[in-house]
């Protein structure tokens, strides 16, 4: 029976261990002089995007590329979508061109949901609404696992807005299913209501959020799913909530930070964060490479 990625929810701890043991192997391959492996070797890996993206979608089709599959890209503008046809259509002229892998990006939350069980090919969340983007969470807890060696009783500090993002989303199932304790920060405009009773704490100062943080995480400020005036204006979402030196110096003395990308330079964090030496924002860019040649692997190939 083929199987799906399409949340860190639905993932059991030892499910998301064994992928990330098995990224670690993938790095390898990104890492050499000759990415190229036979694994997806015959396979079609087809990436259908409805919304914009640079890292998710490169790095799904050049993991595709690594692991010897065909892969094909597709987005709304200039596809049938654009004419009309509706999601499940879509989904289903892919399928039958022979698509083995479907990873899907969609503005609506449950739309990969909807796709899955209606097609033969496995499909992957890429990235849907406000809901879920469980690859990017297993590529930023790969990396907190990188630098720190363990999950287990680390203190991770997400602040930004916390109401649209999918990345804080999958974060949270992942990171608490690993025994890490999640702190959010960020304007009480852009913090979900009864976000607390996914397990985590919530503050609306951010010096509080991150005090003694071994990690902490900026989120995008995402405009293009904010109605107006949840906060007054970029420089003031800086200076209030906005990560700078002084307010890292709060975490502990060898915290990371990190951002799921693309950043607003000067709005979530400063430049001199982003650049400086705690910074381990490239390194994900890296990692979820990796990340997801694992899972398109297990998922064709088992051990998922
Ligand atoms: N982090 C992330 O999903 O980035 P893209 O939108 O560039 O894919």
Redesign the pocket.
């Known amino acids: 029976m083929k199987q799906d990625l399409l949340g860190l929810k639905d993932l059991s701890a030892q499910q998301i261990k064994n992928i990330l043991s098995h990224a670690a192997d993938m790095k390898k391959v990104v890492l050499s002089d000759s990415k190229k492996i036979p694994n997806l070797q015959g396979k079609t890996v087809v990436n259908l995007f409805y919304?914009?993206?640079?890292?998710?979608?490169?790095?799904f089709e050049l993991a595709a590329k690594y692991m010897s599959a065909n892969a094909a890209n597709i987005s709304s503008s200039g596809s049938s979508v654009a004419k009309g046809e509706t999601l499940i259509d879509t989904a289903e002229t892919l399928d039958v061109m022979g698509t083995d892998i479907l990873v899907m990006?969609h503005n609506m939350s449950g739309a990969p949901h909807l796709i899955a069980p209606v097609i033969k090919a496995s499909v992957i969340n890429?990235?849907d609404g406000m809901n879920e983007?469980p690859t990017?969470a297993l590529l930023d807890i790969f990396t907190m696992i990188e630098h720190k060696g363990h999950i287990e009783g680390l203190k991770v500090a997400i602040i930004g807005d916390i109401s649209h993002s999918r990345?804080v989303r999958s974060n949270i199932h992942g990171l608490t299913k690993l025994g890490a304790e999640v702190s959010l920060g960020g304007p009480a405009t852009l913090m979900p209501k009864d976000i607390d009773k996914m397990g985590v704490k919530v503050f609306n100062n951010v010096q509080e959020a991150i005090i003694d943080a071994d990690v902490v995480m900026g989120l995008r400020i995402q405009l293009e799913r904010q109605k107006k005036g949840l906060f007054p204006s970029v420089r003031e979402y800086f200076r209030f909530f906005g990560v700078d030196e002084s307010r890292l110096r709060l975490a502990k003395p060898d915290a990371i930070l990190m951002h799921?990308?693309?950043v607003n330079r000067g709005v979530e964090l400063s430049t001199s964060v982003i650049d400086g030496d705690k910074s381990v924002i490239t390194e994900q860019v890296t990692n979820?490479v990796a990340v997801r040649m694992a899972v398109m692997d297990m998922l064709i190939n088992g051990g998922f």
């Open positions: 919304e914009n993206s640079t890292r998710t979608r490169m790095s990006r890429a990235g983007h990017q990345v799921p990308g693309p979820g």
